[in-house]
């Protein structure tokens, strides 16, 4: 089932062309990896899926990118909506300066999904086991998010994103900011979640794309100059 779709998608910052008539669906079924070297577009595409980019970067995109057969940059789309059901894991793990509970919470509750305690711990609880952290937070979940190690915040950013019920998950170079053991739990957290989620992650590292992703898309300067399975 194809999630999203994206029909040469072409996008500016002021009179910088960075992505070239970029096309790619993605599904449940398939973690698609975005490589390249530093500056050909990966980010850029990759933030065109939540209306990252023209609401906080101010590119001009133009084109056409679906959400279950829906144009996401249509005037009627709720961005803040989009949001939840286009999550997005950054290089740099950043929790909200609230306890762990409250972290994964709060989606949730801005979004209607719960509001009563009982229902919140649940959707707390399924939401920190799927990302695979409920055992590490079980007995802590009114400290800080931030005062959990770097491997473990990221998984608290997983699991925010899994709260609010996403249908993709974007990750940003999730691993870059994160040691080799840390990387390697997100890595195999990614494989878990592949089939629940369309999954597409950016990585400039050839190694990880091989280990993580069925799909590969390679940017070259702004252009998508190869795709298909990972090898
Ligand atoms: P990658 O993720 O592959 O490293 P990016 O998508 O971040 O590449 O960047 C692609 C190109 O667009 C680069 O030349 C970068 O400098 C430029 N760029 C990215 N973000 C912005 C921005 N907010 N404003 C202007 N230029 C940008
Ligand atoms: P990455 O290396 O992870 O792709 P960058 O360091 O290129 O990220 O970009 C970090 C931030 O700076 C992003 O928000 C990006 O949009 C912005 N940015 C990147 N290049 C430029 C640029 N040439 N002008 C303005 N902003 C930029």
């Known amino acids: 089932t194809t999630k999203m779709t994206a029909r040469d998608v072409n996008v500016f910052y002021g009179a ?37 980019n023209d609401t906080v970067d101010s590119a001009q995109v133009s084109g056409r990118i679906q959400l279950d057969g829906k ?37 949730p509750r801005i979004h209607g999904l719960a509001r009563a305690k009982p229902d919140l711990d649940i959707i707390v609880e399924s939401s920190l086991r799927r990302a695979g952290l409920w055992d590490e937070a079980k007995d802590r979940l009114n400290e800080s998010g931030t005062a959990m190690s770097g491997g473990q915040q990221q998984r608290l950013c997983i699991a925010r994103a899994i709260a609010v019920d ?24 990614i494989d878990e979640l592949r089939g629940k989620y369309a999954i597409v992650i950016v990585t400039h590292n050839m190694q990880q794309a091989a280990r993580v992703s069925q799909k590969t898309a390679f940017f070259h300067l702004g252009s998508m100059v190869e795709y298909g399975d990972t090898s």
């Open 71 to 107: 144009d996401i940059y249509s005037p009627d789309m709720d961005v803040v909506q989009l949001r939840a059901r286009v999550g997005m894991v950054f290089q740099k793990p950043n929790p909200f300066p609230k306890s762990i509970y409250e972290n994964i919470a709060y989606g």
């Open 16 to 52: 910088k062309q960075a992505l070239k008539n970029v096309s790619i669906d993605v599904s449940r079924e398939n973690v698609t990896a975005f490589i390249g070297p530093s500056g050909c577009g990966k980010s850029t595409f990759l933030r065109c899926f939540n209306r990252m």
């Open 166 to 189: 996403p249908e993709v998950i974007l990750m940003d170079e999730p691993c870059s900011a994160l040691d080799p053991i840390a990387t390697a739990k997100i890595e195999e957290l």
